[in-house]
């Protein structure tokens, strides 16, 4: 029988129940669940409105319920709905008419509404060290490798020397962007909507802001109909785990090119890559294919949300029980997802003769050898239009800017000197771009530095 079964002559039929039910994956929710109405019956009793009596069974009802579902002693199924009705129907079988007064002053409405923000409030605050974890390892991986010379890159087309430390500290100031995100996500998201009710609070004298205190939320909601209405948080964290997940996926998909034989500038351990059933050679970065790959799924969920609620009228619609799946599928993804990405980069080996011997080739210093006669006084433009003549000399016969002699360059300009060499030598290209945010040692020395205050502030 039904919870509401005295407005209806008849149950519901098994495939209304089938496709209404959210027990299934609301479940998981029973802690936040039990956790509000502990503080929901705390501050009834202390309101005058249900008896202190009834608030002492409540409390040690909720509590058994608790351990019992801990324990895997309680399971429910869909013809209790939701995890709601479930704990709120076991509790009255278990203590009788007090457990029929904890709904007092309350709706299913508000409560969803705190559940589902307290749960992800704590999710947000376990991603969040995962994300700094993350940032660690960068951090320390750019530190063995400050003085590892590798190409950087524009079109996937070799462009100019970098390092391995500069380019991991590219993805850890993304990361440093994620966790504040995520911060502001988290403080906006700090408000308790319980108070609510269905949509138009409530006629009984509650204290709204005493039952936020005990649960730990900075602020109430200020409007009942937005309280029980609003998603905005659900769809502003997927928004900013979305980003997230592109930056991971652009890291990954760097590592997946990195670790091909074309490149070989890493080597994942073995405990981080997958072998082929055929062939035998075969060593995959499939870790970092699944990260790029569930990018998809979270944007995708992401999708799903805000499609959802586009066109809801306040307050309450059903179609808002469509949040969940979405919201824990993110969870569980990016939370599987990133500590193993962590692990994959901590025990990733570094080649850098490799690196090194790429960023060799293809003329990456060709700037530089443009800018060594700029500093001679020639214009940029000239200096330019002359160097590009010579790398299509090189490229002609073979050679490259380190490897041509003197007397090829004093050919397309009087201005070359020995002295050219060491201006484009791989180490002076790298070593003089010092300027904040460069490659240079002391360069990414600064900005490690600057990442590593920043961790300290949240640790
Ligand atoms: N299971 C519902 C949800 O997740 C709970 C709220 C139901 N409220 C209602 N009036 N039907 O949204």
Known sequence: MKLWSGRFDKNTDALVDELNASIGFDFRLYKQDIEGSLAHSAMLARQGIISEEDRDKIHSGLREILADIEAGRLTFGNDVEDVHMAVEGELTRRIGDAGKRLHTARSRNDQVALDFRYY???????????????????????KRNIDVIMPAYTHLQRAQPSTFAHYMMAYA??????????EDCLERMDECPLGSGALTATTYPIDRRAVADELGFARITQNSLDGVSDRDYAVEF?????????????????????????????????????????????????????????????????????????ALPLAYNKD?????????DTVDTVENCLPVFTAMLETMRVIPENMRAAAGKGFINATDCADYLVKKGMPFRDAYTIVGRLVNHCIAEEKTLETL??????????IFDSDVYKAISLDTCVSSRSVPGGPSHESVMEQIRYMEDFLKDRK
Not at 405 to 414: R, T
Request: proline share 3%; charged share 30%; glycine share 4%.
């Open 120 to 142: 992800l409030m704590g999710e947000i605050r376990r991603i969040h060290r995962m994300e700094l974890d993350l940032i660690e390892t960068l951090i320390n991986i750019a």
């Open 173 to 182: 100031n993304m990361l440093r962007r994620d966790v504040t995100r995520l």
């Open 238 to 310: 997927l928004g900013t785990i979305s980003l997230l997940m592109m930056h991971l996926s652009r890291l990954a998909e760097e590592i997946i090119l990195w670790c091909s034989w074309e490149f070989k500038f890493i080597e994942l351990d073995d405990a981080y890559s997958t072998g082929s059933s055929i062939m035998p050679q075969k060593k995959n970065p499939d870790i970092a294919e699944l990260v790029r790959g569930k990018t998809g799924r979270v944007y995708g969920d992401l999708m799903a949300l805000l499609t959802v609620m586009k």
């Open 320 to 328: 808002m029980q469509e949040d969940k799946e979405p919201v824990f």
């Open 405 to 414: 002699e003197l007397s090829e360059y004093q050919k397309l300009s009087p």
